[in-house]
């Protein structure tokens, strides 16, 4: 099997799970509140700000191929603590083992990837190669949450479960049969470069993009935090079922509303997709209000969908704007530190969620963070459209698309 072909499995395995955000439910059936769930959630994003640079290190003087496989040994290891989660204390364990595990397999899988083609003469394929990856996994991903959603619902959480456990366990054999041609040492310590991009991230052109990122960000992920036992429970009620009894359902609609959409955004006429990015601060909180306002189960869902197709069309144009704004140089370490900042203040985030869900109730926090998160997209877009934002917010890697006919 050739290195391509290598790679576009391993990228299968790694990202064709079958448990997906019922994770939440499962947490759930074991006795755990939102409040806990909400507080490992915050221990788990607040891991990839505490490990991206000691993991960094690992990938940059050692090997990126050692902090790939080394990654995925971790995650096998999570994945066991996960299978034989027994209370709040085993939470914390798995939330703490999982993020140290993804932090040694960020950044490095992509450098050791795109390091070989290179030196295979192919790095000009990396593009297209990405591309078809996403276009297999993201069905792929789809297909295997809505299995696992049913699997859960007839034999428990457990099949599901082992299932991505056997999964995990063949993404790290794949790994390791894939060589790591070469590997060049970089000339400043990972530490110092880190600490001069954090200087760098507040340059007024990065800095309020990262805080629009970060709002919308927030306002994405309040809408599909505890989504599941949210449509759950409506469509529990609807159909006299209990929040179990709807998994397979979850699962499918989980395929439907969160990861199918994703092909939609990609692939939005550029001029549709520049709209979705502009609009992206206001309309996502007022799509999560209207979740709650009106508790009908098909209109959760497609408002689900559009909320999907709107913040990936989101994330593809900041993705490339910002990319447009690095100099090549710094451009790893600063979307490292960038990640570092924004997983911080997720972590805070899902840190008071959790306690709002259990203090409010499901609906009553939903709608009270949409509005909040509302009043901050509208200050950006006050100060894009009125205000001083407006040059540092716009798209200028726009300039060079060709007009549409």
Known sequence: MDIVKRYTLLYIFMNTGFIGNLL??????????????????????????LFEVPTGVVADKMSRKLSVLV??????TAMIFLIFLRGFPMLLIYAIVASFGATFVS???????FDNLKHLGMEREYRSLMRDIKTLTIPLSALAIAIGGILAQLYGFWLPLLLTLILEIATLIVAYTIPEYEFKKPERSYLSHTLHSFKDILQPQLFWLVVL?????????QFRKFFEPYLGEILAKSLGTTLMGTLGLLGIVESIVKIIPRLIGVRLRDSWSVKAYSLAPVVIPVLTA???VYQNPLWI?????????????????????????????KRATILSVYSMVSALVM???YFIYGFAVDWLGLGEARLVFAIALLVAGIFLK??????????????????????ER
């Open 213 to 221: 990122s970060i709002t919308v960000v927030m306002a994405t992920n």
């Open 24 to 49: 939440i439910v499962y947490y759930l059936s074991k006795g755990l509140t939102y409040a806990q769930i909400g507080i490992a959630t915050s221990i788990l994003t607040a891991g990839f700000f």
């Open 71 to 76: 990654g995925f040994a971790i995650n096998i």
């Open 290 to 292: 209207l979740s709650v």
């Open 347 to 349: 972590s805070v985030f």
């Open 107 to 113: 950044g490095s899988l992509q450098a050791w990837l």
């Open 382 to 403: 006050a100060g894009e459209i009125v205000g001083p934002l407006g040059e540092t917010l716009r798209l200028r890697h726009t300039e060079a698309i060709p007009n």
């Open 301 to 329: 869902i497609a408002i689900g969908i559009f909320v999907t197709v709107i913040h990936t069309a989101f994330s593809f144009n900041l993705g490339i704007e910002i990319q447009y704004r690095i100099p090549s140089e």
